[in-house]
Nanobody
Framework: QVQLVESGGGLVQVGGSLTLSCAAS????????ADWYRQAPGKQREFVAT???????DYAHSVDGRFTISRDNEKNLVFLQMSNVKPEDTATYYC????????WGQGTQVIVSS
């Protein structure tokens, strides 16, 4: 059974930094594409970042240069390092992985205060 659990969300000031983590069980991040998405209140879920098994990454234009996706294969964790955060980064952040179907975690909330 595949399970994803995000953690690390919280309250952060504008310009600050925060690192989100996603732990997987039942599936390996090193063998599948892992993604981060986010959903702000009243808005649709949107793509944030992705990492392929070979380590290639891509980012949404809105976070490129500020966010970094990374992976710890040994611990089967995926991270999203957020820096220079802005109020518009306030959202619930979800990690996902696709293998036959797309699996989602329960999300972790990030609130950026000004």
């Amino acid at each position: 059974q595949v399970q994803l659990v995000e953690s690390g969300g919280g309250l952060v000031q504008v310009g600050g930094s925060l690192t989100l983590s996603c732990a997987a069980s039942g599936i390996s991040f090193s063998n599948h594409v892992a993604d981060w998405y986010r959903q702000a209140p009243g808005k649709q879920r949107e793509f944030v970042a992705t990492m392929t098994p070979s380590g290639l990454t891509d980012y949404a234009h809105s976070v490129d240069g500020r966010f970094t996706i990374s992976r710890d294969n040994e611990k089967n964790l995926v991270f999203l390092q957020m820096s220079n955060v802005k109020p518009e980064d306030t959202a619930t952040y979800y990690c996902s992985i696709t293998w036959q179907q797309t699996y989602w975690g329960q999300g972790t909330q990030v609130i950026v205060s000004s």
